[in-house]
């Protein structure tokens, strides 16, 4: 299949990058964060997620940042249930992501509700808020491994996709959550999923680096039709209820194959690793994406 011209980068690193930082990051340090990205061409991005303050404490300050952070791009907040869905008409964030994975163990572990209990609960949610404008998102966690239950079946991946479809979402994010899929699975997947969803629904491919694996697999999903991605600037990311997972892939990798393969993003490399350099700082890990290191080691031989 011949390579999309451009690509939509949603940037998950404010969200996905810092709900499993050890470090509570000050909600300033969050919004510099985000105002840098948005500086460097990031037009949708997953600001924070409106969850339990319990369960993940790094989130607990959702309202505070929503506030400071939107503007007339594509800003979204995650909710997982009634009560987030609530918060979200509270504020004035007009962009809902809801996650549910296809596993029930790792549903179990995450939202406290097996799969299905969860589709019930959001059902009716999701009906309302498209009945008041919002765009909506579903991210699709463990559609290729769950580490309680090991692999899943494709076709179990696609049947909960549908389902999303036929609740009214305008876009599906497909997660490979703890970064064990190979690129022959990604764009297998990918293909199924882009060959069997309505051509109406935005599809997009979220990649977890555990094994090294993301980026071959974004290039994997080039070929079979994305042109959606999330990733995280830095590299950040990880889900507090997913042993083992590591980081999302790395923006600046993906934006610098993307653009070295002629294909547009509208964002500026050199600018994204100043938005790293923001954070980076006020996490506990080294930052560890290629384009970020080589970026330090050419500044510290021109200084
Ligand atoms: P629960 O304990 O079953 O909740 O947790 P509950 O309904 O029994 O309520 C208990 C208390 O929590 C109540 O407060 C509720 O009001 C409150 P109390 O009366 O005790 O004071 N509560 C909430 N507070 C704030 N916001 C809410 C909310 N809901 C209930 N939305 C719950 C269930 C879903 C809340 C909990 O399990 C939770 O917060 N889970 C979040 C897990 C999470 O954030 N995971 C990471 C995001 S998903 C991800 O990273 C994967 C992704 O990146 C894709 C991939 O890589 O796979 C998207
Ligand atoms: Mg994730």
């Avoid at 499993?20 to 061409?41: D, H, M, Y």
């Avoid at 959702?62 to 800003?75: G, Q, Y």
């Avoid at 009945?131 to 966690?141: D, E, L, M, P, T």
């Avoid at 699975?185 to 935005?202: C, D, G, I, P």
Wanted: charged share 25%.
């Amino acid at each position: 299949m011949e390579l999309p011209n451009r690509v939509t980068i949603i940037e998950v690193g404010p969200r996905d990058g810092l709900q499993n930082e050890r470090l509570l990051v000050e909600t300033s340090n969050k919004i510099q964060f985000i105002q840098k990205l948005k500086a460097a061409g990031i037009q949708e991005m997953e600001l924070t997620s409106f969850v339990s303050p319990k369960w993940v404490p790094q989130m607990s300050d959702a309202k505070e940042v929503i506030s400071h952070c939107l503007d007339e791009r594509r800003n979204f907040v995650l909710t997982p249930n009634r009560k987030g869905v609530e918060r979200l008409y509270e504020s004035a964030c007009k962009n809902a992501a809801v996650f549910v994975a296809v596993s029930d163990s790792f549903n179990k572990k995450n939202i406290n509700k097996t799969t299905s209990e969860s589709l019930s609960e959001l059902e009716p949610l999701i009906a309302d808020l498209k009945r008041k404008g919002y765009f909506v998102r579903a991210c699709i966690s463990t559609a290729f491994y769950c580490p309680y239950e090991g692999k899943m079946d494709e076709n179990k991946v696609l049947s909960l996709c549908r389902t999303f479809e036929d609740f009214g979402v305008d876009e599906l994010s497909v997660a490979d959550t703890i970064g064990m899929a190979n690129p022959h699975e990604a764009y297998e997947l990918f293909s199924l999923l882009k060959h069997h969803l309505r051509s109406t629904t935005l599809l997009a491919a979220h990649f977890h680096d555990t094994r090294g694996m993301a980026l071959a697999n974004v290039f994997a999903c080039l070929e079979a039709g994305v042109d959606r991605f999330d990733s995280s600037a830095g590299g950040l990311g990880g889900c507090p209820f997913a042993p083992g997972a590591t980081g999302n892939v790395a923006t600046e990798d993906v934006v610098y194959m993307l653009h070295q393969m002629g294909i547009q993003t509208g964002i500026q490399l050199d600018q994204l690793i100043e938005a790293v350099d923001v954070i980076a700082p006020h996490v506990s890990r080294p930052i560890e994406s290629k384009q970020y290191r080589l970026a330090k080691k050419t500044q510290t031989l021109n200084s």
